[in-house]
């Protein structure tokens, strides 16, 4: 009997300790640090520059969600990742390298590319601008010229006057008279014939191997083997003895000096 209540007076020792360590500390004392209270509240707004300002954060909000298209359609993101699928494509490796590698290799590229326009709009908009140097007109018209023309040199005359005449509009005099309505359009459209001019180039050497090997399958009377299958060792191997990943991203590199 003394030997059972030994036992129920340590299941009650053990049950309290436990009991203490899992209760929260803010029981029994007051916390440390104090714990932030956030509120969110909708009220009237006593100035009507707490208006604009609310308007001007919801404007800039809706503009983040913006920034995948702003990336691929005002920079050299669509070429090369285009170009980077037509390799994909030619080689016939399915989904090596997958997408992830690829849009991290062709986001990559665009931040190099970039890097020069970047740096100029930092220097001449962003950086006055912060220094209240510009106002916020001044630093957008200021950070639009360099992307401006930049996408200028990458467009073709002949898809600029394509926009140009559907808008009625007359033949700007310079760079800085092109409205980003028409450019846009146009640098992509032209953007996209490139990247599939360089894709043709990059199948037709790879069409020629399995063009040969599936001629040699044929006169072996191996019918059932697919020639994709015996190409594709073939189509590797040519593209690691001459360096491919070298002279693509080369060539892509210097597609936009």
């Known amino acids: 009997m003394v030997r059972k209540k030994k036992i129920n007076a340590w299941i009650i020792i053990v ?13 029994f004392a007051e916390p440390l640090i104090p714990i932030p209270s956030i509120n969110l ?11 604009v300002d609310s308007v001007k954060l919801l404007i800039f909000l809706t503009l983040l969600s913006m920034v995948p298209a702003f990336l691929m359609m005002l920079t050299s993101f669509t070429r090369i990742i285009v170009v980077l699928s037509f390799l994909r494509s030619a080689l016939g490796t399915q989904q090596t ?13 665009t931040i190099f590319i970039m890097n020069p326009v970047y740096q100029d709009i ?32 990458q467009t073709r005359e002949k898809d600029l006057g394509l926009f140009l005449n559907i808008a009625k509009m007359d033949k700007p005099k310079n760079a800085n008279e092109v409205p980003m309505s028409v450019l846009v359009p146009a640098f992509v459209i032209s953007e996209l014939k490139t990247a599939f001019q360089i894709g043709f180039i990059l199948f037709v050497p790879f069409l020629v191997i399995d063009m040969v090997v ?44």
């Open 122 to 153: 930092n220097k001449n908009s962003i950086q006055p601008y912060l220094a209240n140097q510009l106002t916020y007109e001044q630093a957008t018209d200021q950070a639009a010229k360099p992307l401006r023309n930049f996408m200028v040199r």
């Open 214 to 257: 599936a001629s040699t399958l044929m006169s072996m009377g191996m019918f059932m083997l697919p020639p994709v299958m015996v190409a594709l060792p073939f189509k590797l191997l040519l593209f690691v003895m001459v360096d491919g990943w070298y002279l693509v991203v080369k060539s892509l590199v210097e597609s936009f000096r």
């Open 41 to 51: 509240n909708v009220e009237t707004a006593q100035e009507p520059q707490q208006v």
């Open 15 to 27: 049950l309290t300790a436990l009991l203490l360590f899992l209760i929260p500390n803010g029981v």
């Open 97 to 109: 390298p997958p997408n992830q590698v690829l849009i991290g290799l062709a986001l990559f590229l």
